[in-house]
């Protein structure tokens, strides 16, 4: 058990899929201008890496493994992952389509959201159990999520900021997210401590 | 012709105009020699997905075609992470799971979307070839900073004088952010200044 929360805290906050690895960069500065969008696209991700994580785990250790097959693991892994994301855009289309039209281009691209690709990567690297992986899936979405809002709401602020022409949009986000990325640092005693 | 390529090396540079790429960009580039050895694996991957794509464009249908743009880059990411496993090992060991991670670099689909998949053979093996040349020189770029003043040396070689303190923070994640950022920004004012001289020529 205490493995388990040590993952999901390891995965969410210390070792931050976006502030520490660098994985999903895309969609954190593409979408982070508003909280809303933020929260809907971080929630739609958590699912798909849940769920990515258990699935692609299942095939790994269950047919690719035995029969090796492991040279396919990239080309099956995505299309696990491309699958996965075609049903949830389903899914939001019905259920929010303000939402879905809000998140526009940035949905079918959680397929290349290379936090879920890399999810299933580091997942296989390390060995983990069944269930370690579902906690890991769903510790990098809640992560996920977490620094996107953050992002989201410091944007909010900014726009109201005096910042020099040639740092507007992409270069401020970048600076901020390096700020972020130091006050993360600071959470770093938590686990080895 | 030429403009297929010329334009990928700065007018439609693949990181500091149109930001994709961020992840292998931002991980990798603690020491040049990864930004090198992660910007020749992506060109590799760029250039023989664009042409296979380009070749193929006329016999796949329109609503299966990202599926198969998928498989066929999947398929040279893992050629080129065995390659690489098999010759250059510690690159290889140091770039981790950043190579597979080719797949879902999004500078490679976009141009088979936006380039390889409307245009001949030819075009877009330059076209290509000209993104994985601008990504892979922004990449040594980034590298080279980070490198010269996190470790003091470039490559490998050390430049910096003998008492310089190692600025740790480059080689940390937040460096990378701050430096890129950065990057961008001069890269806007160059631009500019550029753009405003051509202005100024023609009229």
């Known amino acids: ?193 | 012709m030429i403009k297929d390529f010329i334009k990928g090396l700065w007018r439609e540079n693949p990181i500091f105009v149109q930001v994709l790429g961020m992840c292998p960009t931002l991980a990798v580039t603690t020491k040049a020699l990864f930004g090198f050895s992660m910007g020749m694996a992506t060109t590799f991957v760029v250039v023989s997905s664009g042409v296979v794509i380009s070749a193929i464009r006329k016999f796949v249908p329109e609503q299966v075609r990202i599926p198969m743009f998928t498989v066929i880059i999947a398929t040279f990411v893992t050629a080129a992470d065995y390659f690489l496993k098999a010759n250059f090992f510690q690159i290889s060991k140091a770039l981790g799971p950043y190579v597979p991670l080719i797949v879902v670099n999004c500078i490679i689909l976009g141009r088979a979307e936006a380039f390889a998949s409307k245009h001949g053979v030819l075009r877009s093996f330059l076209d290509a070839l000209g993104m994985g040349v601008g990504f892979t020189c922004a990449l040594i770029i980034l590298g080279s900073v980070r490198e010269i003043l996190g470790a003091g040396t470039i490559f490998g070689y050390r430049i910096m004088w003998a008492h310089f303190t190692n600025w740790i923070v480059m080689v940390l994640p937040a460096g990378a952010f701050i430096t890129l950022g950065l990057l961008v920004g001069i890269f806007n004012v160059a631009d500019k200044k550029i753009k405003a001289k051509k202005q100024k020529a023609q009229g």
């Open chain 1, 1 to 193: 058990m205490e493995e388990l929360i040590l993952i999901l805290i390891a995965a969410s906050i210390t070792n931050n899929f976006v502030l520490t690895y660098f994985l999903g960069i895309c969609p954190f500065i593409g979408v982070s201008n508003k909280i809303d969008s933020a929260i809907g696209l971080g929630m739609a991700t958590t699912f798909v890496m849940t769920m990515a994580a258990t699935v692609t785990w299942l095939i790994y250790y269950y047919i690719l493994v035995p029969y090796n097959l492991v040279f396919l693991q990239y080309v099956t892994f995505i299309l696990v992952i491309a699958s996965f994301v075609q049903f949830v855009e389903m899914f939001i289309r019905k259920v929010s389509p303000a939402l879905y039209k809000a998140l526009g281009i940035f949905l079918p691209l959680i397929t290349t959201n290379c936090a879920i690709l890399g999810l299933t990567l580091f997942m296989v690297l390390r060995n983990y159990t069944f269930l370690e992986s579902v906690v890991f899936g769903l510790g990098a979405g809640v992560g996920f999520t977490l620094a996107l809002v953050i992002m989201a709401g410091i944007r909010e602020e900014l726009a109201f900021a005096d910042i020099p022409e040639a740092l507007q949009g992409t270069g401020i986000t970048l600076i901020i997210a390096g700020m972020l990325a130091l006050a993360f640092m600071g959470f770093g005693g938590i686990i080895s401590g």
